[in-house]
């Protein structure tokens, strides 16, 4: 399966970094499915709940109260101003 490099970041540090095979959550214009080989794009990210897939199939749900997603050939950040995973 193909996945991309994830980095999902606040002021508190890094609360995931490492490969995923997808990221789904609520940008400013609606929901959001990013997935390996994704179009490069930027966009605003309203408070929402995050999943993120991994490469063994597994699914984290996190929370963050919004911020910046940017999506690159083979790196995907979520810059939020507070993110925590549902445990």
């Known amino acids: 399966m193909n996945t991309f490099l994830l980095v999902i970041a606040s002021p508190d540090g890094n609360s995931f970094e490492g490969e995923a095979t997808g990221l ?47 999506v690159a050939e083979d790196k995907v950040t979520l810059l939020s101003g507070s993110f925590a995973w549902n445990e």
């Open 24 to 70: 789904y959550l609520r940008g400013s214009e609606g929901d959001l499915a990013v997935l390996s080989h994704h179009i490069p794009f930027i966009t605003s990210v309203v408070p929402c709940d995050c999943k993120v897939t991994l490469p063994d199939e597994t699914e984290k749900i996190g929370h963050t109260d919004g911020g910046i997603l940017t």
